[in-house]
């Protein structure tokens, strides 16, 4: 109702609009209302709210077309007239104006474009924009807002003033793209109502394609009306505002309830609805072009999400972000003009004007607000004071106006085009090109720079470097003020309106200009490119007076050096030059640099009082000085000196104006350094960089260009280039780093530079630098150490083969390590290595070494040049060459190569310290040895050289020089003694002097002298170091320094032969007659020597043999023997003797392994005995392993082996063995000398080795390393260890056998322990002192060697048997020999013990322990040796069996041996053990049983077993014989059962009554597990392929059937229940008393059998008679092993063969019948009977199995014996039957009876489709099974059955029922069915009365005839004629539609009538289907 309401009033609106202004006439009369000046109040309301009714929404949607465009058009046309309505006194008539000044504005472009200018001439733009500023959040500013936007939006008049009037940056938010965020606080109500109203509005305009122009969705998001929404509830506002907001208008306006503001419809609801129901649409923005350069440029970046907590006017979007505002970012696009639609971001524009900023480009805060609203209020107030005495002036015409309808232009317009306004708080501003350069310098120092983004950097750039220049002549102020716009001094022209707001001038804003301009350049190098007042600023740095603008200008170059035309331009007017002299400004910093010394010398010149270097000519010409720059500075502070006046200082040609000197025409500088000195040389060093960097040397091809670039030729000059070097005594480390870096780029690939470069003095300044910032210095010295021509003449070309010492500038001011490092690992290894405090093999260099000896000499030979330079800058160094720098640290050491040789000797403190480049170092090693060896004084004598350096030795002594030489040594002169006290100094100081003097680069004459200076400074230096001639301590290192490089890399050097032989050899000779070889001084030469001749050897075959060769044997075997002698076992390892006989024996180990020494060490006598007597040298592990170790080798010879048994060596080396303890650690290492090894450690290695070395003395040893087969030294091990220890010699580690030797063990192998341990060790001892009489060791005692311990072992195939059943689980080494042992050990113990019980002899073949050291060890089979004596029975049943226990484990451990035991000959022992005489009396029985158990599982041990038939009766005869072996016997006899011997010795040998004995207990209680192990066996043997169905048919003469079926599944334990248990099934009848009459029975037959097969006699046997438990059950009719009766009490008892049964039963079945045909008393009567109910129940319970007998054939058989039994008897004939059905039945004969069980057979088969199909398908001479049937329904109780079975024959799924229909037609079957159908008397052919049926048959009979006939009639080949004749017959039509089947009984269906009868012999069912009643009429079907 409420909708159909509002439409209602919608259409009455339209309609009443309609009719007013249908003429156009009306509207212009309502326009023309207001066009007057002078108007009624009320009139002018009454037409504006008309207009608003007709023209602004919601009202303009009732508002037709055309009227509406026409009214705007007309409204439009009125001009300035509208605008004159903002007067009006009505606040409602204002507002409503305003929005409907909105509505042209968006609905119409053209008319909004003709309003633009109007609203500007008007002033109402200015008055609207008063109060979109400040006006309080609300409606009013809203609309003040939009139609400030609408007037200004690209109307260029418009957005002139706007730039006029506010700050570029402010405006440029203009020209930014909106981030079109929604106001979160509009609510979701007001959105979908208005969008509701929106949606509407857009349909309707769709069908408007004028309007559609002006309101295509400008880009004016809700925001506006959001700040409205949010800022109404804010009650704050800001501070001095308030009187505005109380003289503009009512204050209340900002706060209208909701409902009155919707109610009036607000004007900003229009576009801003439309926004929120279309959405915020981007908005495609290119290029506009504005006259406007200040806010048209793009800019790079706007972030415009800041916030301000004095914001009056912030969107939501402005809460992201806290901080200051970002800039704007512009973004132009192009529109066409007057589309209506709003290009620019108003939004973005009104947020900014409320937060407050300060940033380069804006400056904008509470203050500049404030400005600006005075600014407009005076404007306002202004205009509207003119316009009212404009008004006051003209009076009004409103008669004429009216009447000519045109409008009269006013009095006045708004002087908009020269309004602007003015801040006078940015007045003090500097601004350049719009941005304010104080604010630009603060983002660019604080690192923020790249936050502001410039909107045109190459503009501004421009505009800074004007403003740089005009700044040049603006410096003049009054006062040094800067005139006010309209003070007293009009006289000034403005400077502040230079360029943008506020101004400045003079030197001040020139420096600002250049900070800002090098900010510039560095972020927009790219964008401005090269700069064309480069050349400018280099000559204003060098010529500007002002310090502070020099050291900007200087900042401003750097930056420019960016790009590459500017260095050209920079160059050229000689800024290389400049920059160079810049860079020597450094010296001057006030605090120089503290170099860390401790030398007082060097801290004192911190506080030197400066130097005077300085002259000048006064004003009367007369010289003053020399004076010290600051006292330059003071004379021209009081004008003494003037920029003409002559200066000089030393190092200058000549005298100079000041003003021509750099120096200090800068020291003369006014205003204060912006930068200090060090930065100043910073950046030149910079500006130098980029010069060089401009211009690459190399080509895009990598080749170098020539002539060198200029950058680097005028730096390599020698005004630059030592100035360069100079640089570098600042000490301060970015200063050093860049100069050493610069001059690196300076002389690479620069060759002159480069080899000059030593000239400037670089190195020596770069050396005394102590800073760690050494990289840059290190690269330098990369690059240029080599190539210096220091040694004079042009050429640096220094022999490569000389060592680094000599070529590099560096070498006698570094170490040689220094040096190496700098070479090999490169510049950043170097400067670590200068700064670390190393003391390693490599490098010697501490920090000390580098300030107190490195830098501190370099300092001193600098002397006071650094002082000099920071009072004269460009001084320039004059260049000594130094002497070399001595340092204390190095004073005893030897640098060879790459090490330092004491160093890397000191093991202890320098293990293992690795070593490369092995070769070179061996080499470098070799040399130097060679020249140690010839090294010869100088040829230069002391004396000499002190007369060529021009020196007294008492000139250059120390004070503490003594008077006279000592007179120590009468070798040394007197005067070589004198200089060893020379002072250094002193030499050094007049070696420098001489230097100087004679240097080439400074006396080219002097190049003689000079050479022979250095060489008498080195002779002195040497002499004074000590080192003329060999010096021992220099050959012990180099010795030393060979054999670590040998012990640790002989690997790596085994390619090489050894070249120092003839040296070595030569240190290792000893004289006859020398008796003090071993002296303190020459030992340790010895010692190493020796040591060398080892690891030499070691590391090569090549050596070795060389060795041999140059004659080493005899040298090294004289030494050790003349070592030996003053040796003894308690020395001590590190006496040098020891030391050098371990070495030397460590040599013969080597050299052992080659034919040719081993030789020669025959040869030479003593040596053997001499390396026999090593092995005891305990103290002294090492030689004692080399000694094993060498005759491990030299065994490899037969006579070497011989030559050390007759030295010994067996009992010194058995001792040995017995020292190993096995819980000693061995992780630790030993190391050649054994030194701070464990005691116990080497002891085992000695062990180790000594049983190495015995088991290649005997030949016994591993097949690796074979030796020659010693019979002695073998022969005498294994009496010694006992055999199997000695075969544990093969083991090269021999670890078990040592570990056994000491410890106690009883093992079935080894019996070891302490007694066997000191009896060894008494006999060694007693050896050792026995000698021949030719001074040789014999053996003949060691092979009779026998331990008293093991005399009474049993030892058989090395095993103890005793310990071997204690541990049964040991694992014997050679288990296959000890098993053959065994058997041939127990074989030959039955054979004694047969013997014996035939009082028979034999002596034994077994072997004790004592016999056993007879036994050679290369017999290892295991057959038995030795003799024993008689034993007594006692021992001899103890030793079967401990051999059997023996078999029995090692067969459990082994099973795989049972192959030794798989012949027939092997077990026949075994067997045999049963029939000892001994063995009832003992366990041996079940032993061997045990063990027969374990060989059962190895197939040829089966076959052997049953090989022999009287081994299985021994078997099976035990379990009547001997209980107790029961168990074991069944368990073989089980493994046997799969075999066909042992099933036919069961069946055929009376196997199974022994088995059916246990199993059937008669008295004795058999355990339950034995039992069933029989019955299982029975069941294995039952199951066996070949005789088990002979063993089943045995067993069946004891069992029932079941039973044996039973036995035959198992498990045994089940049967064994069922034979204990009372069983009554239909499968088995099983009682207690059968059980027990079969015991007894079973108990005689197996006691007379074994009689018999113990006498001999093994027969043939069989069962005499069938047991007596089958006797009850003999009479019972029993099929397939089922009971028949008991059956058919159960048919449901589930059988374990149903069609075992059902077979059985269907061939007896045929059977008895076919035998009644013959002999009907030969076969009881009942039988048939019987059998076919069993089948009809087994079919019944088993429905599938009646598919079974189809398939084998049975259908057909019984077929044939029905229609047998039916053609014995016809169908009867009589007519009168008797009504008693029961005397009928009673009156069956028994064929009558046979006859029916065949039919009930038919009947149940017939169910099944398979048998269906077989009964149909017939043969030549076959009955068919259709006639029979019809035949059978006349028999006495057989017709339902007929019936019901043809029924079940013609079912639809018989495939052959065709041809049982045709079967049926054929012999008229259907009309015989019809007859049975037929209920009239005496129907056709009188069936019915014929059946003899009582009523319930004849009911069933009916049904089932019908059911017959449909079926026949239903579907077949054959259903035509069938339907033929059932529809011709009337009985047909009578029964056909009946349903029948309701009425018969529920099972009559399902199971056939009488068949339980059978039994009975009676039928009680009841049928409910009644004859059809007899109707009067005969032809009538019943109903």
Same mark, same amino acid.
């Given at each position: ?7 209602? !009033? ?6 009443t609009?309609?009719?007013?202004f ?21 009139l ?21 077309y ?19 309505l ?35 001439r008007?002033?109402? @733009? ?11 959040a ?13 007037w200004?939006?690209?109307y ?5 003033l ?24 509009i ?21 408007r ?30 501070g ?23 109610s009036?419809?607000?004007a ?10 279309v959405?915020? =649409? ?7 072009d504005?006259?406007?350069n ?15 907590t ?43 004007f ?25 404007e ?30 006013? !009095? ?6 020269e ?34 983004? @410039? ?66 350049? #560095? ?16 000559v ?29 331009a ?23 640099t ?6 007082? =010398? ?34 021209w ?11 000089w ?22 205003r ?53 070097? !100079? ?63 220091f ?24 170490? #040689? ?55 004269h ?40 310290w ?10 470098? @090693? ?12 100088m040829?230069?004598? #002391? ?9 007294? +030795?008492e ?24 200089i ?18 004679y ?33 021992n301590?220099? /050959? ?41 070889? @071993? ?33 080493? +044997? ?10 030996m002698?003053?040796v ?10 020891a ?22 060490? =025959? ?33 490899v ?43 116990? +450690? ?9 049983s ?31 055999p ?8 090269k ?17 080894i ?89 028979t ?10 016999s ?31 051999? /059997? ?21 092997k077990?026949?022992?075994l ?40 081994s ?6 035990m379990?009547?014989?001997t ?44 355990? /339950? ?23 089943? +048919?045995?067993?069946?003469?004891f ?25 009554e ?42 047991a ?14 089922i ?34 045909h ?42 044939s ?38 039919l009930?057979?038919?009947? !149940? ?51 052959a ?8 037609l ?25 059946m ?14 019908i ?20 529809n ?38 009841t049928?409910?289907l ?14």
């Open positions: 109702m409420l909708s159909d309401t509002k439409g209602e !009033q919608h259409a009455t609106i339209m309609h609009k309609s009719v007013l249908a003429e156009q006439s009306n509207l212009t009369l309502l326009v023309n209302r207001l066009k007057p000046i002078s108007v009624s109040p009320l002018s309301m009454a037409v504006v709210e008309v207009l608003e009714a007709m023209i602004c929404e919601p009202h303009s949607e009732t508002t037709q055309t009227v509406f465009v026409e009214l705007l058009r007309l409204v439009a046309g009125l001009r300035r007239r509208l605008f004159a903002f007067g009006h006194p009505a606040e409602s008539v204002r507002e409503t104006v305003a929005v409907i000044m909105r509505s042209i504005a968006e609905e119409d472009a053209v008319a909004a474009e003709s309003m633009r200018d109007a609203a500007l008007d002033g109402a @733009l200015l008055r609207h924009l008063l109060h979109a500023f400040y006006l309080p609300g409606e009013r500013r809203d609309v003040s807002r939009q139609l400030v936007a609408l200004a939006d690209s260029q008049p418009a957005l002139d706007l730039s006029r009037v506010l700050p570029p940056g402010l405006v440029a938010y203009l020209h930014t793209r909106s981030n079109g965020i929604l106001d979160e606080d609510s979701n109500q007001e959105v979908s109502l208005m969008s509701r109203r929106q949606r509407r509005l857009l349909q309707q305009r769709r069908n394609p004028v309007k559609e122009i002006a309101s295509q969705g400008h880009n004016m998001p809700s925001v506006n009306d959001a700040e409205g929404n949010d800022q109404a509830r804010q009650t704050s506002g800001v001095g505002l308030d009187g505005y907001r109380n003289s503009a208008g009512d204050p209340n306006v900002g706060n209208i309830p909701s409902d009155v503001r919707s009036r419809v607000p900003g609801e229009n576009y801003s609805n439309e926004v929120l129901a959405g915020v =649409l981007p908005i495609d923005k290119s290029a506009i504005s006259p406007d200040n806010a048209a440029h793009a800019c790079e970046s706007v972030e415009t999400n800041a916030t301000s004095h914001d009056f006017d912030v969107g939501s979007s402005g809460a992201k972000n806290s901080g200051l505002p970002a800039p704007a970012e512009v973004v132009t696009e192009n529109a066409n003009v007057g589309c209506g639609r709003l290009l620019l971001n108003w939004p973005d524009f009104w947020r900014a409320g937060l407050d900023h300060n940033r380069a480009d804006l400056i904008w805060n509470e203050r500049t607000r404030q400005e600006l609203l005075e600014s407009l209020q005076a306002v107030h202004k205009l509207d004071l003119e316009k009212e005495r404009t008004e006051d002036i003209v009076p009004g015409g409103t008669s004429k106006e009216s009447t000519s309808g045109q409008e009269i232009s006013p !009095q006045i317009s708004w002087n908009y085009r309004f602007s306004v003015r801040y006078p708080s940015l007045a003090k501003e500097v601004c350049v090109g719009q941005y304010y350069l104080r604010l630009l310098l603060e983002s660019g120092t604080g690192g923020r720079a790249e936050d502001f983004p @410039l909107r045109d950097p190459v503009a501004f750039f421009r505009a800074l470097y004007h403003r740089f220049l005009c700044d040049a002549d603006t410096g003049l102020t009054v006062d040094g003020a800067v005139p006010d716009e309209m003070g007293p001094s009009d006289d000034w022209c403005d400077m502040g309106r230079l360029d943008g707001f506020g101004g400045g001038g003079g030197s001040s804003v020139r420096e600002l200009c250049a900070r800002a301009m090098a900010i510039v350049y #560095e972020q927009h190098h790219n964008s401005i490119g090269s700069f064309e007042g480069t050349a400018h600023v280099t204003l740095v060098d010529r500007t007076n002002d310090r502070a603008l020099r050291h900007r200008l200087l900042l401003l170059l750097k930056v420019l050096m960016k790009v590459l035309p500017n260095v050209e920079c160059v050229l007017v000689g800024g290389c030059v400049l920059a160079v002299d810049l860079l020597t400004v450094i010296h001057e910093a006030s605090e120089r503290a170099i860390p010394l401790q030398s007082n =010398l060097i801290a004192a010149t911190a506080f030197m009082e400066p130097l005077k270097e300085w002259m000048f000519m006064d004003k009367d010409n007369a010289q003053v000085g020399p004076v010290e720059k600051d006292a330059i500075r003071r004379f502070s009081v004008k003494e000196i003037d920029w003409t006046t002559r200066c200082a030393s190092g200058m040609p000549d005298w100079k104006r000041l003003r021509d000197i750099r120096e200090l025409r800068w020291t003369m500088a006014v204060v350094p912006v930068i200090t000195p060090i930065q100043v040389g910073e950046v030149a060093l910079s500006i130098l960089h980029s010069m060089v960097a401009a211009h690459s040397d190399i080509d895009d091809a990598g080749e170098i260009v020539m002539p060198t670039p200029r950058v680097k030729r005028i730096l390599s000059s020698p005004r630059c280039l030592p100035h360069i070097a !100079q640089a570098m005594l600042s000490g301060e480390p970015t200063i050093v780093e860049a100069s050493a870096a610069l001059l690196k780029a300076i002389v690479t690939r620069n060759p002159k530079a480069m080899i000059r470069l030593y000239s400037t003095g670089a190195f020596y300044f770069a050396l005394a630098y102590p800073g760690s910032n050494l990289l840059s210095i290190s690269q330098l010295f990369s690059v240029t150490h080599a190539y210096q021509a040694h004079g003449g042009e050429e640096a070309a220094v022999s490569s083969s000389l060592p680094w010492a000599k070529r590099s500038v560096l070498g006698g001011l570094l170490p #040689e390590s220094l040096l190496y490092v700098l070479e090999r690992s490169g510049p950043v290894s170097f400067a670590a290595a200068m700064v670390s405090d190393s003391d390693t093999p490599e490098i010697i260099w501490t920090h000390k070494m580098r300030a107190e000896n490195l830098i501190r000499q370099v300092l001193q030979h600098l002397g006071d040049f650094p002082q000099k330079l920071s009072q800058c460009h001084s320039l160094y004059d260049y000594a060459p130094m002497p070399p720098v001595t340092y204390a640290e190095l004073k005893d050491e030897m640098w060879c190569h790459r090490y330092y040789l004491r160093n890397l000797c000191d093991e202890i403190r320098f293990p293992n690795p070593i490369v480049e092995h070769v070179e170092f061996l080499q470098s @090693l070799l040399v130097m040895w060679r020249e140690e060896l010839t090294r010869r004084p040829d230069l004598s #002391e004396e000499e050289a002190c007369r060529i350096l021009e020196i007294s +030795i000139e250059v002594s120390r004070d503490d020089a003594p008077k006279k030489p000592s007179a120590e040594s009468n070798e040394i002169p007197n005067i070589s003694k004198q060893e006290y020379i002072d250094e100094e002193k030499l050094k100081r007049q070696y420098r002097k001489l230097a100087m003097k240097h080439p680069d400074k006396n080219p004459e002097g190049r003689e002298k000079f050479l022979a200076v250095q060489k008498a400074y080195e002779c002195l230096q040497v002499t004074m170091q000590g080192l003329q001639g060999p010096q301590w220099r /050959l012990l290192l180099l010795l030393k320094g060979q054999c670590i490089l040998y012990r640790r890399y002989g690997n790596v050097l085994m390619p090489f032969k050894y070249a120092g032989y003839p040296m070595l050899l030569n240190a290792i000779t000893v004289a006859d007659d020398d008796n003090n070889f @071993l002296s303190s001084d020459r030992a340790p030469l010895l010692v190493a020597a020796s040591e060398l001749v080892w690891l030499t050897c070691e590391s090569s075959s090549l050596n070795g043999e060389q060795l041999v060769r140059d004659g080493g +044997i005899p040298l090294l075997a004289t030494l050790l023997s003349r070592c002698s003053v003894q076992p308690t020395t001590p390892a590190s006496e040098p003797s030391t050098i006989v371990a070495n030397i024996m460590q040599t013969f180990s080597v050299l052992s392994q080659f034919e040719s020494a081993r030789t020669e060490m =025959l040869e030479f006598s003593g040596l053997v005995e001499d390396i026999v007597h090593c092995t005891e040298l305990e103290l002294v592990a090492t030689a004692t392993d080399a000694a094993l170790r060498t005759i491990s080798h030299v065994s010879s037969s006579e070497f082996q011989n030559a050390l048994l007759k030295a010994g060596v067996l009992w010194y080396l058995m001792p040995l063995l017995l020292q190993y303890d096995s819980t000693a650690e061995e992780s630790d290492k030993i190391d050649a000398h054994g030194v701070g090894t464990s005691v116990q +450690i080497a002891k085992n290695l000695h062990a180790v080795q000594a190495f070395a015995l088991s290649r003395l005997s030949g016994l040893g591993s097949r690796e390393t074979p030796t020659p087969y010693n019979q002695a030294a073998a022969d005498a091990l294994r009496a010694l260890l006992t199997k220890l000695a075969s544990l010699l093969k083991d580690l021999a670890k078990d056998l040592l570990s056994t030797l000491n410890s106690n063990l009883e093992s079935p192998e019996i070891w322990n302490s007694s066997t341990r000191s009896e060894l060790l008494k006999f060694v001892e007693e050896q050792r002192a026995i000698l021949s009489h030719d001074g040789s060791f014999d053996l003949k005692d060691a092979h009779s060697f026998v331990y008293e311990a093991l005399s009474k072992e049993l030892y058989i195939g090395n095993v103890y048997l005793r310990v071997y059943n204690d541990q049964p689980d040991f694992e014997t080494t050679e288990p296959e020999d000890f098993c053959l042992a065994l058997v041939n050990f127990i074989s030959h113990l039955v054979h004694n013990a047969q013997a014996e019980s035939g009082d002899h034999v002596n034994g073949d077994v072997t004790t322990e004592s056993l050291k007879q036994q050679s060890s290369e017999d290892s089979s295991a057959s038995v040796e030795g003799e024993i004596k008689e034993t007594e029975e006692f021992d001899l049943i103890k030793n079967l069996r401990y051999g /059997l226990k023996s078999l029995q484990h090692l067969l459990t451990k082994n099973p795989n041996l049972a192959s030794v035991l798989s012949t027939k000959e077990l026949l022992p067997f045999e053990c049963f029939s000892l005489p001994v063995a009832s009396a003992s366990n041996i029985t079940q032993i061997c049983l045990s063990v027969l158990s374990r060989l059962t599982t190895y197939a040829p041990c089966l076959e052997a077993m049953v090989a022999d038939g009287s299985l009766l021994i078997l099976l005869q379990l009547h014989s209980p107790s072996c029961r168990e074991g016997a069944l368990h073989v006899l089980y493994a046997l059962a799969s075999t066909p011997e042992l099933a036919w010795a069961a069946a055929k040998h009376g196997g199974v009554v022994f088995i059916l004995e246990v199993l059937l207990p008669i008295k004795e209680e058999i355990p /339950l597990q034995q039992r069933a192990a029989a019955a299982s066996l029975l069941g294995k043997l039952v199951g066996q392929m070949m005789h088990g169905p002979r063993v089943a +048919i045995t067993l069946a003469r069992l029932p059937d079941g039973l044996v079926s039973i036995i035959r599944d198992g498990p045994g334990e089940a049967v064994v229940n069922a034979l204990e248990q009372t069983t099934t239909p499968e088995l009848v099983w009682t207690p008393a059968m059980a027990a009459s079969l015991s007894a029975q079973i108990a005689t037959m197996a006691s007379d059998l074994y009689r018999e097969q113990v006498k001999g006699h093994v027969v043939d046997w069989d069962v005499p008679e069938q007596s438990g089958q006797q009850e059950m003999k009479d019972e009719p029993q099929v397939g092993g009971y028949v009766r008991l059956f058919l009490k159960d048919p449901k008892f589930p059988l374990r063969n149903p069609k075992r049964f059902l077979e059985g039963l269907l061939d007896q079945y045929l059977t008895s019948i076919a035998a009644t013959y002999d009907s008393q030969a076969v009881h009567a009942e039988l048939p009977l019987l059998l076919s109910a069993a089948l009809v129940s087994l079919l019944r319970v088993y429905p599938a199995l009646a598919d079974h007998v189809g398939y084998l054939g049975y259908v057909p058989k019984l077929v014996a029905v229609a047998y039994e039916a053609s014995r008897e016809s169908m009867a004939t009589e007519t009168c039957v008797s009504e008693d059905t029961s005397s009928l039945q009673t009156s069956q004969t028994p064929q009558e009876r046979i006859r029916l069980s065949c009930r057979v038919l009947h !149940q088969l017939a169910g099944s489709t398979t048998c269906a199909e077989a009964m149909a398908a017939t043969s030549v001479g076959t009955p068919q099974v259709v006639p029979l049937l019809m035949k059978a329904i006349g028999w006495q109780g057989g017709s339902i059955l007929a019936l019901e079975t043809l029924k079940r024959l013609v079912v639809a799924g018989n495939r029922r065709d041809a049982l229909v045709a079967q049926g054929k012999v008229g079957l259907v009309e015989v069915l019809l007859g049975l159908l037929d209920w009239r008397a005496g129907g056709r052919n009188g069936l019915c009365s014929q003899n049926w009582n009523e319930s048959e004849a009911s069933i009979g009916r049904v089932l005839a059911e017959v006939l449909h079926a026949f009639a239903t579907e077949g080949a054959y259903c035509t004629k069938v339907r033929d004749i059932l011709a017959s009337d009985v047909w039509n009578a029964y056909k539609d009946q349903r029948h089947d309701l009425f018969l009984p529920s099972n009559a269906q399902t199971s056939a009538a009488g068949v339980a009868g059978l039994i009975e012999s009676s039928s009680t069912l049928y409910a009644p004859a059809p009643p007899t109707q009067p009429s005969q032809t009538k079907s019943p109903t």
